[in-house]
């Protein structure tokens, strides 16, 4: 269970990811979620720099920028991607 701060970071988080598509596939989501529980905030973005130029890349850098910059906790970061078509929508 996350803490009512830790929630609270995690929600400023989610209103600068916004409600902008991206284009990050199922898969890579998936992935980047294992690398940041099981490695780690750094290994996940040196995941994101191996699809350097696509749009993948983009929007995932960005999602993870914002991690970094609101200090997320990996069990935050692992919710938001989970959740990161109802945040896309609006509906989160």
């Known amino acids: 269970m996350l ?26 989501v998936q992935e980047v979620k294992k690398k ?8 996940a973005e040196l995941f994101a720099s191996q699809l350097t130029g696509t749009d993948e890349n983009t ?16 069990q935050a970061m692992a919710q938001v991607l989970d959740n990161l078509a109802s945040i896309e929508s609006g509906k989160w």
Request: proline share 4%; with cysteine.
């Open 3 to 28: 803490s009512s701060k830790e929630l609270e970071k995690m929600g400023k988080a989610i209103e600068q990811i916004g409600t902008a598509k991206t284009c990050i596939t199922g898969p890579v």
């Open 36 to 43: 940041v529980l099981e490695q780690g905030l750094d290994a």
């Open 59 to 74: 929007e995932l850098s960005r999602i993870l920028k914002i991690f970094r910059k609101n200090d997320l906790s990996p």
